[in-house]
């Protein structure tokens, strides 16, 4: 089969589409023919080794979406050729609250991942996919959907009609923030620092849109418009510090992410205003159920392109150039 395998540190420039064995399968483990699979910063940050203990060479990529080619023998409930989508987050552990960190993992290193023909995947990681959505649309939800299903509700517990700041709606996961937000009838609040992606981002429903480039003073322009419940970041640096200026006394600030390093913030505002800062990372099985189920009644991941296997590399340029909204999607058939 063919699968797209890291053989270098130093960027996606060092990926190579090679020829390899199908993986074989544990009795409970289901082989999955991939034919969609869509690209997460994750993949960007390992191509530039800033993950530990990378062993290459290695097959990247965390979400997936194809057909069941082969069944272990203890797996009873799906069938040769049930359509699926593949939970990537391996490993989760038995407390809904948090993961287990010692055994957690994430598919696509060190488990070989889903930019191949076949991914060797543990059953319970294999969904059905919901039957509204094309194979490029259910690729395009699992870790990024997942992230911000439990950042939004898990932990974030955000209700109708509260108002959600998105800061960088660009990213990949922002962009489903706004999707559960807008479905349960929050009011959202989009940053980013491309004009364009804002304008995308009013089109799927956002109320209120800023450039955070061009108007670097948002926290004095959101306090005099609206107060803010809950913000949802993963930029960290001087973002999460204006954050603490930006929410509401009592409000909540989900953090998944650091693409801006590390936040040095001012104590005084956390205190006094009684500001919860949370962090999650993936989400737990219930998450990933609850969250399909979502697009089991009719939701819609947004897809910013879909590129041939073979033009991974500008897939790969496109994402480190932050020119998407939305999923870049990898098409393996
Ligand atoms: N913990 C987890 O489970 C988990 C899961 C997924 C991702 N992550 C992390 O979350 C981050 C984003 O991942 P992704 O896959 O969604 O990446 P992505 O699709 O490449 O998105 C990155 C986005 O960050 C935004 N950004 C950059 N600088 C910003 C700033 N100063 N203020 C606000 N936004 C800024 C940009 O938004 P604009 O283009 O709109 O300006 C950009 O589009 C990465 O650090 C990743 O490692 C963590």
């Known amino acids: 089969m063919r699968a797209l395998r890291l053989h270098e540190i130093g960027g996606p420039q060092h990926l190579r589409i090679d020829e390899v064995a ?6 409970s483990e289901a082989l999955v023919r991939i034919r969609a699979a869509a690209l997460n910063h994750r993949d960007l940050f390992i191509t530039q080794g800033l993950y530990p203990k990378i062993a290459l060479p290695v097959t990247l990529g965390s979400d997936g979406a194809g057909e069941v080619a082969r069944l272990g023998a203890l797996v009873a409930d799906l069938a040769v050729g049930d359509e699926v989508v593949i939970d990537p987050m391996l490993e989760w552990g038995d407390n ?3 993961w287990d960190a010692a055994e957690a993992t994430i598919l696509g290193m060190p488990h070989a991942g889903t930019f191949a023909e ?5 059953i319970d990681n294999v969904y059905r996919k919901p039957p509204p959505l094309s194979m490029d649309e259910a690729a395009a939800i699992p870790l990024a959907g997942l992230t911000a299903y439990r950042a939004v509700f898990t932990r974030g517990a955000l209700q109708p009609g509260e108002t959600v700041l998105i800061t960088g709606v660009g990213g990949g996961v922002q962009t489903f923030v706004l999707l559960f937000a807008k479905h349960i009838g929050a009011q959202a609040i989009v940053t980013s620092s491309s004009d364009e992606k804002l304008k995308r981002a009013r089109a799927l429903g956002a109320d209120l849109a800023i450039n955070y480039a061009t108007n670097p003073d948002w926290p004095k322009l959101l306090r005099a ?5 809950l913000i949802v970041d993963s ?8 954050s603490l200026d930006a929410i509401r006394p009592g409000g ?4 998944y992410g650091g693409t801006n390093g590390d ?3 001012k104590m005084f505002p956390l205190f006094w205003k009684h500001v919860a800062i949370l962090g999650t990372s993936m989400g737990s099985p219930q998450d990933f159920a609850a969250m399909l189920e979502l697009f089991n009644q009719g939701l819609r991941p947004a897809v910013d392109r879909v590129f041939a296997f073979g033009d991974a590399p500008a897939a790969f340029d496109r994402l480190a150039a932050a020119h998407q909204f939305g999923k870049v999607v990898l098409r393996v058939d």
């Open 263 to 265: 936040a040095t913030i």
């Open 235 to 242: 930029s960290g640096g001087e973002t999460l510090r204006k």
């Open 252 to 255: 909540r600030i989900v953090v």
């Open 22 to 27: 199908v993986p074989p399968i544990t009795e």
């Open 225 to 229: 418009t609206a107060p803010i419940d």
């Open 96 to 98: 809904p609250r948090v």
């Open 118 to 122: 076949y991914a060797a995947v543990p």
